[in-house]
């Protein structure tokens, strides 16, 4: 057991005085260099070594994805695949988690050879994939007309990623899959601990030196567990909040305890999200003010009224991310701790793994 006692004076008006109770029995740390979040569009591929391109195939050796970089024309100009068919990709290692804002393409230089329409796929592992996904549904890119036009894409939403696959859809009738490529961004900012089921990190603050009256929790996770409580907070008379992973979705249960008081909103549960527990980053955001409450999943909102007397006033000053302490004698849930990894943890603006971190 690592326990730490942390005092913080806030650059805000109010001195808010921390303790933290560091409950890992197996955790690990990992911090990556903050990228500049306003001119995030760095050309990413150009200077990577020719071992951080592959492919599904490649036509000759001078049709290698080594050859597959804007503008150049080394080679012959460009990767094509052995058969073009739609189950050829190209694919590019950064070497580590990346922020991806924007991506272009070209055809093979000088040739009929290019990619009209292209699925963009990303991990973190390179064996694990997920799809880039845009206004609820898979995203397929327009591509090119010719081989030396650029087609240059500003993502809706950034990836953070290592590893971008390029999966051709369709292709000029005429010619092949030819493809030159560049991905713009900068380094991803993370901050990462590791639970390993048995464990938590409980975050105390002074709540009566704190004059916010809005709180809001945001947190990244990534588990292949299906069920797990993410984060916890009790309150007075039998009040709390718990995130659990349910069966590969997320539940925010709010129990206002009283039933007598307040029977037609005793107990909220709202469940977001599905499959959760498929190794990729899941971002979530609770937000509650004045009894309303936004919950927030991957960029999906559920806005609710929390009636009655519910207030962040009556909610203790204690955070547990990762599980309870004593799950099996708290007497609120039978479920189990987390189990799988949190990224950039915050409350209320505080960064709970690097103040974990250094203290």
Known sequence: LLGASVNVNMD???????KLLFLLSAHHWHTAVAGNKYNCDDQLVSSLPQSSFSSSSEMSSSHSPGFA????????????????????????DLGERTEI????????????????????????TGRNWKQYRQEESIWAFSGNKNSDSVVYYKLHHSINARFLRFVPLDWNPSGRIGMRIELYGCTYRSEVVGFDGKSCLIYTFNQKLMSELKDVISLKFKTMQSDGILLHRKGQNGHHI?????????SLLINLGDTKTHPSNAHINITLGSLLDDQHWHSVIIEYFNN???FTVDKHTHRFHARGEFSYLDLDDELSFGGIPLLGKSGILSSKNFHGCFENIYYNG??????ARRH
């Open 69 to 92: 970089r804007l503008n150049k024309r080394e080679g012959a100009g460009g990767w094509s695949p052995l058969v073009s068919n739609k189950y050829q990709w190209l694919q590019i």
């Open 12 to 18: 805000s008006v109010t001195e808010i005085f921390l």
């Open 350 to 355: 505080v960064n709970i793994i690097d103040l």
């Open 292 to 294: 309303q409450v936004n």
């Open 101 to 124: 804002t924007a991506v272009a393409t070209q055809g093979g230089y000088g040739s009929s050879d290019w990619v009209t329409s292209y699925l963009l796929m990303f991990s973190d």
């Open 242 to 250: 718990t995130l659990e992973l349910i069966k590969g979705k997320l």
